[in-house]
T-cell receptor, first 113, second 113 residues
C-alpha cells in the first residue's frame, strides 16, 4: 500500500511564478519528510527536509510546509525557473520502518519561459 | 569527491536468469540502501546494509538479496528474473542512518526480456 501519495502526476508553471507541489501520507509514525528532485538518467538529488517537530523549513527559493494534523506537506518554489523542470519526489521516514525512505510516485514539474 | 557509482548502467537479461548489480558508496559512507523504481510503483525500498549487516528490509520476495563488503561496496542479486523485475535500481549511501544524508547513484536500468 502506498503510504506516501503525490496525487498530481504533473504540473506546469510559468517562469517567475510559484510552484506548489503537494504530498499526503497515511502513516502517523513518520517523523521525517524529504523532497528529492530527479532529472532523467540521474539518481534523485536531495532538496530539502523537515522534521515533524517543525511546520516550516526554508532554503533559498524552496520552502517545505508540514501540516501534521492533515498528514500533508507541500513544497513551494519561488520564483520558479526553467532549470527547476524535473520530477519531484516526496519521501517520509520513521523509526518504526527503520528510517527507510517511503517515496511518493513523483510529480513532473515543467517551468515554461 | 566521487559520488555513488553503480555498475553497469544498463543491462538486458532473459527471464529465468539471475543478475548482480554493484554499488560503490561515497568514501566514508558505511550505509548502503537499494531502491527499485518502476513506472507503476514508484521508488520502493529493497534493503539497507550497514557495516556488512543487513539492517532493514523492504517487502520484496526472497529472489532479491544483497550483501555488503568490508570496504562498504554493496551488491544486490536477483535470481530467477521475471518480466516485472524490469526497473531502475538505485543505490544510496550515507554515513549512518541519517536520511538527510542519502546520496543516490544514477542507477542501473535492468530490462528483462
Amino acid at each position: 500500500d502506498q503510504q506516501v501519495k503525490q496525487n498530481s502526476p504533473s504540473l506546469s508553471v510559468q517562469e517567475g511564478r510559484i510552484s506548489i507541489l503537494n504530498c499526503d501520507y497515511t502513516n502517523s509514525m513518520f517523523d521525517y519528510f524529504l523532497w528529492y528532485k530527479k532529472y532523467p538518467a540521474e539518481g534523485p538529488t536531495f532538496l530539502i527536509s523537515i522534521s515533524s517537530i517543525k511546520d516550516k523549513n526554508e532554503d533559498g527559493r524552496f520552502t517545505v510546509f508540514l501540516n501534521k494534523s492533515a498528514k500533508h506537506l507541500s513544497l513551494h518554489i519561488v520564483p520558479s525557473q526553467p532549470g527547476d523542470s524535473a520530477v519531484y519526489f516526496c519521501a517520509a521516514s520513521g523509526a518504526n520502518s527503520g528510517y527507510a525512505l517511503n517515496f511518493g510516485k513523483g510529480t513532473s514539474l515543467l517551468v515554461t519561459p | 569527491k566521487a559520488g555513488v557509482t553503480q555498475t553497469p548502467r544498463y543491462l538486458i537479461k532473459t527471464r529465468g536468469q539471475q543478475v548482480t548489480l554493484s554499488c560503490s558508496p561515497i568514501s566514508g559512507h558505511r550505509s548502503v540502501s537499494w531502491y527499485q523504481q518502476t513506472p507503476g510503483q514508484g521508488l520502493q525500498f529493497l534493503f539497507e546494509y550497514f557495516s556488512e549487516t543487513q539492517r532493514n528490509k523492504g517487502n520484496f520476495p526472497g529472489r532479491f538479496s544483497g550483501r555488503q563488503f568490508s570496504n562498504s561496496r554493496s551488491e544486490m542479486n536477483v535470481s530467477t528474473l521475471e518480466l516485472g523485475d524490469s526497473a531502475l535500481y538505485l543505490c544510496a549511501s550515507s554515513r549512518t542512518t541519517d536520511t538527510n544524508g542519502y546520496t543516490f547513484g544514477s542507477g542501473t536500468r535492468l530490462t528483462v526480456v
